[in-house]
Structure formats: structure tokens, C-alpha cells
């Protein structure tokens, strides 16, 4: 599938290439979709997460912070 480019977007995917940020277009083109995918996913998840504290299914900061340190070792809990 061929898509037309901007010339201002066209002229950024020859300046990736030439300075060597990527080797070819495609490869540039690719990263940009997959950018576009994860922060379509990211998106996802934020209202997913929204959603659930609507639900009253959250909990409080300091507890989710207390539990992080003591998964991570950031803790003298742990």
C-alpha cells in the first residue's frame, strides 16, 4: 500500500535517514506505526485504569507506593 506524505513529513523521514537515526525509510515508517500502537495501547490502558477507579477498585497512593518499594527493595520492609 502506497501513502502520500506531507512534504514537511516526507522532508523529516529524509533527515532520519540521512543523519543515520535509521537506515532506510521503511524502517523509519515502521517505527513511527509502532509509536502510533503504543501510545494507542497506553491510551487503552489509562481509561482501563480510570474506569476501575470509577468502580471504587483503586487504592490509595501511599499504599500502591508502599507496596512498589517493598517489590523493588526500596524498602526496609522488604
Not at 490502558?45 to 508502599?66: K, N, P, Q, T, V
Request: proline share 3%.
Amino acid at each position: 500500500m502506497t501513502t502520500e506524505l506531507s512534504p514537511d513529513k516526507d522532508r523529516l523521514l529524509e533527515k532520519l535517514v540521512a543523519d543515520g537515526r535509521f537506515p532506510n525509510r521503511q524502517q523509519a515508517l515502521d517505527r513511527a506505526v509502532d509509536l502510533l500502537r503504543e501510545e494507542a495501547e497506553t491510551v487503552e490502558d489509562l481509561r482501563e485504569g480510570l474506569a476501575s477507579i470509577d468502580r471504587g477498585e483503586g487504592i490509595r497512593l501511599a499504599d500502591a507506593e508502599r507496596e512498589l518499594r517493598i517489590k523493588f527493595g526500596f524498602s526496609k520492609d522488604a
